[in-house]
């Protein structure tokens, strides 16, 4: 089975730590994403790559960063965590074309 | 930019009855794709169906079937013989099929419960 596979699936942080949200993929798809998902807002993009090393924003990129050093792994980066990032944070990846996403299980992230 | 609306927050429905969700979109594009995505409760997000805008016929997956209306620019769930696993939260989506097409834009979800 074809798998997005996101590190955690809860976590708690601390207002202005850094934190590293990992999702990696085995099914060699050229693009990724990182959305958050919030109750009435729906899923909202923050960042994609359609490369490595290749990275663009998306809707609401402000507060985060992303990482993609090899194709299987994106990596989403909150410099300095504050409590409204807390939400559901969803991996996703896809061939470029006109197929869906495969997206992961979800994080979610708590920064108390 | 594309928008995604579905105007329905909260649907319910009866076991083994039929249900449709509603989704309209807006866009300049004559070709794209649609989607329906299926998040049951803390599980993963799923593909339930696909619509290429080019093609007129209404894709079908077993009791998931779509009423696609391009120049209304519509695209409804229809969920037939209701299984109480069918609740979740559906989305509805949005693909361009030109460019850089990699992005697919969302809509706001309809929680869809099944009653036994």
């Known amino acids: 089975d074809v798998k997005v596979t996101q590190s955690s699936r809860y976590l708690v942080k601390r207002t202005g730590e850094k934190v590293f949200l990992e999702c990696v993929q085995d099914?060699?798809?050229?693009?990724m994403f990182w959305y958050r998902q919030d109750p009435g807002l729906g899923l909202r993009l923050i960042y994609f790559s359609y490369d490595v090393k290749m990275k663009e924003k998306g809707d609401i990129p402000e507060g985060y960063s992303v990482s993609r050093e090899k194709k299987e792994r994106f990596s989403l980066i909150l410099e300095s965590a504050s409590t409204n990032q807390t939400s559901m944070y969803l991996c996703a990846s896809s061939l470029t074309g006109g197929r869906g996403y495969t997206f992961g299980s979800g994080t979610r992230l708590t920064v108390v | 930019a594309q928008t995604v609306t579905q105007s329905q927050p909260e649907m319910s429905v009866q076991e083994a009855e039929t249900v449709t969700l509603s989704c309209t979109y807006d866009t300049s594009e004559n070709n794209y794709y649609l989607f329906w995505y299926k998040q049951p409760p803390s599980r993963q997000m799923i593909l339930v169906i696909r619509q290429e805008a080019y093609k007129q016929q209404n894709a079908t997956e077993n009791r998931f079937s779509v009423n696609f209306q391009k120049a209304a620019k519509s695209f409804s769930l229809k969920i037939s013989d209701s299984q109480l696993g069918d609740t979740a939260m559906y989305f509805c989506a949005f693909k361009n099929s030109g460019g850089s097409n990699y992005k697919l834009t969302f809509g706001k979800g309809t929680l869809l419960t099944v009653n036994p």
């Open positions: 099914m060699d798809h050229e693009n």
